[in-house]
């Protein structure tokens, strides 16, 4: 899922980690941006209305 993938990316926001944006990051990133523009509900709504759109879900 989501937290495996960004497991890379997460640990570079760590209040003591060095910096460091690695093969293993970028490969996370690249995963998560395939993930994103390829999902379907995200694919329908930019095809409809011709323009980019980024949708959250927030959990309160």
Request: no cysteine; hydrophobic share 40%; glycine share 4%.
């Amino acid at each position: 899922g989501y937290a495996v993938i960004a497991r890379p990316l997460s640990t570079l926001l760590r209040k003591d980690e060095v910096f460091r944006f690695a093969e293993e990051q970028q490969l996370a990133f690249g995963q998560l941006q395939s993930a994103l523009t390829k999902a379907p509900e995200f694919n329908y709504i930019t095809q409809k209305q011709k323009q980019r759109s980024i949708l959250t879900l927030v959990s309160m």
